[in-house]
Structure formats: C-alpha cells, structure tokens
C-alpha cells in the first residue's frame, strides 16, 4: 500500500465569513462550492475515475483505513495524486450529504477543463452523438443520464447554465464516475446551442411522447443530438421548435411517461444500435 500521512483531526479549507452548519456540520461539503470552484468528490468510483483522470486536479484526498487498504498501489503512482490521510469515517461524513454512501473516500478536485459548444462543433466523429438536456433540474437524473452516455459512446452532454444545478459531489457520485469520461458542456442559452450545432452538421431530435415516429422509424444517422426534456412537462416550446425530428420511444400504454434518466437511457441504446 502507498504511504499515507495520518491525519490529527479534519480541518476544511479556510473560508472568507463561513459560519457553523447546524448541529456542527460544515458548509464545507459537496452540495456547497470550495472557493475557486473547488468540489469535494466521494464514492469509490467518482474518486477513482478522477485520480485516474489526467485532466483533473486533484488536491486532497482523505480515506478511512478500511478505504485505502481496498485502493491498488497503483492507484497513486501517477502524477499530481495526493498523499491519503487517513481519518474517521465521522471526518468525511462532516463533508458530505446526510445519508450519503461516501464508502471512506472524499477528494477534493479543481473543475475540469471547460468545453463550449464551438469545442463541440469541431467533433470529427461523423456519428457523433451529443445529449442535450432541457428543464434537468435534478443532479441523480443528470448524473445517471451521464453514466448512460458514457455506456453508449456519447461525445458530450449539453445543459442550460441557468435553472440546472451545478456540478457537485451528489451528482458526481450519480454519475459514478461518468462524469470524468463525458464532457458535462454548460451553455447560457440551450436553443442557441442547438442552433449552433446545427450549423455545423448536426442534426437535432427530440425524445417526446406524441411525436409521429419511433427512434427505430425515424432512421437516424449522422451526426446528432438528442434532446431530452422532463419528465411530464417535456422540452420547452423553443427548444421542440428547434428540433429537426421528434421521435418517441415506443410504449405499452400502461404507463404515460417516463423518469428523465430512464428515457434517455432507452433512446440512447436504440441511436447507438442503429448509428453502428
């Protein structure tokens, strides 16, 4: 096992005013941002996918000694990987959600590298395949929809900067470690980007229940995005608007719609079996 520093009891990173939490928590934990954008991440796989993730800054990482002994020595042989300290479970559970399954690992990370829409445009791939999500307004949905799009080759998923929450530690931990495979591109306007993309070879469909065709109907192929809008409210008028198809995912009628996240997943295996 890696050497490791023992840690004399956990002290966040100084903050400029921050006050006590409620029954001695901190506001130092993932739902809340570090100052420069820091972010603490916890699970097994979000930390390991980022201390294997050459594009991520890592600053500290804290592990239980249960934890770390279950980490690979090679874990820690790349460059820029914090020494562990090892603390008490209590340590990390300061940092974290009430009832979050942190299983004794917290990092904590710089964001990654941002990518924009033009990023995006330059994609070569000519079957390249982009998720745009409209009204995502929880992190377990976009977190889930992530580790779907990186199970299915998806080159980036798009969300709205306004009414979206921001990249935290829950949703990194939904994503179980997606999120540092698959660009996560933050826009201020979600039909402007479409519309950019579309400028640039893209196709546009979008996932809603009345649409006139299947995703197997429709054929698609190309380069894409599917766009996603919430459960029961769907996509914005705009952003149907912008569409170049509207498909549906066939259903047996016994139920009306589907979570966020399950739709996504579903049309995302049926695009993928027929852009091979």
């Not at 990173?13 to 739902?31: C, Q």
């Not at 974290?96 to 710089?110: F, K, S």
């Not at 479409?194 to 009345?210: H, Q, Y």
Request: aromatic share 4%.
């Amino acid at each position: 096992m890696a050497k490791h520093k023992q840690s004399r009891g956990f002290r966040g990173e100084p903050r400029t005013n921050a006050r006590p939490a409620p029954h001695g928590r901190t506001e130092e934990r993932p739902g809340n941002r570090l100052p420069g954008g820091r972010l603490w991440l916890f699970g097994r796989h979000p930390v390991e996918a980022a201390l294997m993730n050459p594009r991520r800054s890592k600053i500290r990482l804290l592990a239980t000694a249960d934890a770390l002994a279950e980490l690979p020595e090679s874990m820690f042989a790349g460059p820029g990987i914090p020494s562990p300290e090892t603390v008490e479970r209590a340590a990390i559970d300061n940092l974290v959600p009430p009832g979050a399954v942190h299983q004794g690992l917290a990092l904590m990370v710089d964001p990654l590298p941002r990518l924009t829409i033009e990023d995006i445009c330059k994609f070569n791939d000519p079957n390249a395949l982009v998720v745009a999500l409209d009204r995502a307004n929880d992190p377990h949905n976009i977190g889930a929809i992530l580790r779907s799009a990186a199970a299915f080759g998806v080159a980036a998923v798009i969300l709205p900067d306004r009414h979206a929450p921001d990249t935290t530690g829950t949703l990194a931990k939904a994503a179980s470690g997606a999120l540092e495979h698959v660009p996560l591109v933050r826009v201020p306007n979600l039909v402007q980007a479409l519309k950019r993309l579309k400028e640039n070879g893209f196709w546009v469909a979008g996932l809603t229940a009345d649409a006139p065709q299947t995703i197997v109907e429709a054929k698609l192929s190309g380069r894409l995005v599917l766009t996603v809008g919430a459960e029961g409210a769907g996509m914005r008028r705009l952003s149907t608007e912008t569409c170049d198809y509207l498909v549906r995912i066939p259903m047996s009628g016994e139920m009306e719609s589907l979570n966020m996240s399950n739709a996504a997943a579903i049309a995302l295996y049926e695009l993928r079996r027929n852009l091979s």
